[in-house]
Antibody, heavy 118, light 107 residues
Framework: EVRLLESGGGLVQPGGSLRLSCEAS????????MSWVRQAPGKGLEWVSG????????YYADSVKGRFTISRDNSKDTVYLQINRLRAEDTAVYYC???????????WGQGTTVTVSS | EIMMTQSPATLSVSPGERVTLSCRTS??????LAWNQQKPGQAPRLLIY???TRAAGIPARFSGSGSGTDFTLTIDSLQSEDLAVYYC?????????FGQGTRLEIK
């Protein structure tokens, strides 16, 4: 069974940092690009970041560029999202998703919740 | 960045009816468009990709059409379990942006 399991969310103060993880199973992780998508409370989906299958290319939404860093460790079948200088507007459920051939998101995780508050 | 516009924002429909949801992109994305369904309290899931191809396990009552800048998701004979928010997303170029969603309510 293809699965994505996110972790690392929690309550963080404004200005703090957090690293989210997404562990994959059931498919050849090292051959697939990956993405992070977030959803603020009561809002729609926002694409955040993507990374190529080897990690050599990364992509970001303008709203997070310079504060978010996506990376991956193919030996651990895991993709990460480092979030720095957290703001209240970063409060959201963060979903990890697998890209099919650098195209559509064909598998989604269940999400991890990040809350930024003092 | 390609902007996505979905309409309507909310739609209230009776079971058994046919539903049509619209998605418009600010630039030509060819057929590089997907539809995702998000039921209450759940993660999104892929419904349609390449504008018109159903994902694995998706019922035949769901169909997609369109290319270029105008796309449609049609649900034939709406079921009560189709209560959800539907999002279109392009993957023509980075960033892969989403529409704001159409909320489907069951009468």
């Amino acid at each position: 069974e293809v699965r994505l399991l996110e972790s690392g969310g929690g309550l963080v103060q404004p200005g703090g940092s957090l690293r989210l993880s997404c562990e994959a199973s059931g498919f050849t992780f090292s051959k697939n690009a990956m993405s992070w998508v977030r959803q603020a409370p009561g809002k729609g989906l926002e694409w955040v970041s993507g990374i190529s299958f080897r990690g050599g290319s990364t992509y970001y939404a303008d709203s997070v560029k310079g504060r978010f860093t996506i990376s991956r460790d193919n030996s651990k079948d895991t993709v990460y999202l480092q979030i720095n200088r957290l703001r209240a507007e970063d409060t959201a459920v963060y979903y990890c998703a697998k890209l099919y051939n650098y195209a559509y998101l064909d598998v989604w995780g269940q999400g991890t919740t990040v809350t930024v508050s003092s | 960045e390609i902007m996505m516009t979905q309409s309507p924002a909310t739609l209230s429909v009776s079971p058994g009816e046919r539903v049509t949801l619209s998605c418009r992109t600010s630039q030509n994305v060819d057929s590089n468009l997907a539809w995702n369904q998000q039921k209450p309290g759940q993660a999104p899931r892929l419904l349609i990709y390449d504008a018109s191809t159903r994902a694995a396990g998706i019922p035949a009552r769901f169909s997609g059409s369109g290319s270029g800048t105008d796309f449609t998701l049609t649900i034939d004979s709406l079921q009560s379990e189709d209560l959800a928010v539907y999002y279109c997303q392009h993957y023509n170029e980075w960033p892969y942006t989403f529409g704001q969603g159409t909320r489907l309510e069951i009468k």
